[in-house]
């Protein structure tokens, strides 16, 4: 049986200020597409969202939720790129079940590539990221 693991690439940001708590947004930036000569520029992954998702399938058992009789998964990842490029407070939305989140939330811990932190006028700042995350099994 062929297992097969789809990460959409729809990732969404939201900039913060600088010294202020996680829920102060200030800007929405795709991390795809920062603009650019404006001094604000959503955090990167190095290599793209490709090579983001090539970590992550890596990193994925999907034996896990195979063996669990689970063919099809999906939740929505959050977590916040630090300004040193980390990333912190991992969490999985839309789903209850507990293997689903705990092998999704294992495999984004083992991601070990340091993003290119976001930027607000010239600041790396820290960035809330939200990604979709779905996981299918076919023959």
Do not use: Y
Not at 12 to 19: D, E, I, L, P
Not at 69 to 81: D, L, N, P, V
Not at 112 to 136: D, H, M, S, Y
């Amino acid at each position: 049986m062929m297992i097969g693991m789809l990460l959409l690439i729809t990732f969404s940001v939201k900039a913060q200020q600088q010294a202020s708590a996680i829920n102060q947004h200030t800007k929405q930036t795709p991390a795809s597409n920062p603009k650019s000569g404006s001094g604000n520029n959503g955090p990167q992954f190095p290599g793209g969202m490709a090579a983001f998702k090539k970590e992550f399938v890596r990193n994925f058992r999907s034996r896990v939720l195979h063996n669990s009789g689970i063919k099809e998964a999906s939740a929505i990842a959050t977590f916040i790129i630090e300004k040193d490029g980390s990333m912190s407070n991992i969490k999985i939305e839309s789903t209850d079940n507990e293997i689903i989140q705990d092998e999704f939330i294992r495999a984004l811990k083992k991601i070990k590539t340091q993003w290119i932190p976001g930027e607000q006028n010239g600041t790396k700042i820290r960035v809330k990221a939200r990604q979709p995350l779905i996981f299918t099994t076919g023959k």
